[in-house]
């Protein structure tokens, strides 16, 4: 469906582009905000990719990969656009997080370097179900309900997934 719509939006098809934004937004949202942790923050993020989601919708090719994950793709590159602009990233209100103002060149940095390397071999040995729950929790900002609908799994074994798979993660990298 995501796919049809983009090349009805690539053909300039504004109600295509709405009903691409009703379906997605949401989700999208939940990057832009674990990336900017700022509501004004991620609704401009996502106020500019579906702008250049309406720009650059031809240039989506479904050979590389699936439509979601090319809009979450402009998503995060327009949060993160955003975060350069402002030089850092905003904290998240709750000072229990522990957030910290980081420049996003440490996340840069971080992906490629040899912790990069241990962080994504750790997420490599995970059981699947473990591994999927903590993506789509911590890198697609999806909420624990969300990822029990998108899986069709009950919320409890969800919870169970991510959790396991978070004390495996930890073990791995202590």
Known sequence: MSEALLARVA???????????????VRLFGIAM???RDRDAAADALHDAFLNIARRAAQFDP???A?????????????L????????????????????????EQYEAL???????RLRACLD????????????????????????????TPL?????????GLLALRECLA
């Not at 409890?156 to 396991?164: D, L, N, P, Q, S």
């Open 11 to 25: 053909r300039g098809d504004r109600a295509a582009l709405r009903a691409l934004y009703e379906a997605h937004s």
């Open 34 to 36: 674990a990336i900017l």
């Open 63 to 65: 050979t590389r990969g």
């Open 67 to 79: 439509p979601e994950h090319w809009l979450g793709a402009v998503v995060r590159h327009a949060a």
């Open 81 to 104: 656009d955003i975060a350069r602009r402002r030089g850092r990233e905003l904290p998240s209100e709750d000072a229990l997080l522990g957030d910290a103002p980081v420049p996003p």
């Open 111 to 117: 992906a490629a370097s040899a912790e990069g390397a």
């Open 125 to 152: 040995g995970l059981e699947p179900k473990n591994r999927d729950g903590i993506l789509l929790a911590f890198v697609h900002g999806l909420s624990h309900p969300q990822i029990s609908a998108r899986l069709g």
């Open 156 to 164: 409890g074994t969800v919870k169970a997934w991510i959790r396991r």
